[in-house]
């Protein structure tokens, strides 16, 4: 079960406006909006630091900064706000033991713990990706794309983008599955047009 985060320490008298959220109206926020990314944010601890039993106290570590900080002011986007400050959190915690565990993530490029320049070859390998994925979304059926689109670039919720193509959310989520799936055929399997064998 998720913890939220303790709020004890609320402040009694009113805010001035433009001066933050306060302890009732961030946790009414906390509670709508990064709860539902509980998922998510999991799979990227797990995916970013490998001992296992620390996960639970990164979790909640990271929750008492975001709260903290939407007591002063609520975020545009609680999504990248969420995620930037697990990133940021877990390169503090890599910093300070001064050596890297064993038990951190391999790809610590992913944290940000080069350079902040990427290398030539790099650039080089991000722009042949990105033009291969180009390629891939313009091989996919053009209602399929536009959704899929919506969704990822664009952060639109399934009932936003069912509106915007006047279609219903169960249509929407039908072509973000069918994109998915496309998708990882294209990139890393048979071709979608070759049906599997059952």
């Known amino acids: 079960m998720v913890e939220t985060p303790n709020t004890n320490h609320e402040n009694s008298h009113a805010r001035e406006p433009g001066a933050g959220m306060g302890a009732p ?25 490998r001992n296992e039993s620390d996960i639970t106290d990164i979790r909640q570590d990271i929750y008492e900064h ?8 609520i975020p545009q986007s609680a999504k990248a706000f969420v995620f ?17 565990p064993i038990e951190a993530a ?20 991000a722009r042949d990706e990105l033009r291969r994925l180009n390629a891939a979304l313009d091989r996919l ?14 952060d639109l919720s399934r009932r936003e983008i069912a509106t915007r193509m006047g279609i219903a959310e169960k249509t929407v989520k039908r072509h973000l599955n069918d994109a ?19």
């Open 106 to 125: 391999g790809d610590f490029e992913m944290l940000e713990m080069r350079s902040d320049e990427p290398s030539p070859d790099r650039k080089t390998i």
């Open 84 to 100: 930037a400050t697990a990133r940021n959190l877990l390169i503090n915690r890599v910093r300070r033991e001064r050596i890297v």
């Open 180 to 198: 998915v799936r496309m998708l990882a055929d294209i990139l890393y399997g048979e071709p979608p047009d070759v049906k599997s064998r059952s």
């Open 141 to 154: 059926p053009k209602r399929c794309r536009e959704a899929f689109v919506m969704r990822q670039v664009q």
């Open 66 to 73: 975001v709260y903290g900080a939407a007591c002063q002011e």
């Open 25 to 49: 109206e961030a946790k009414a926020w906390f509670v709508r909006e990064v709860l539902p990314l509980e998922a998510a944010l999991m799979q990227f601890l797990r995916h970013n630091w």
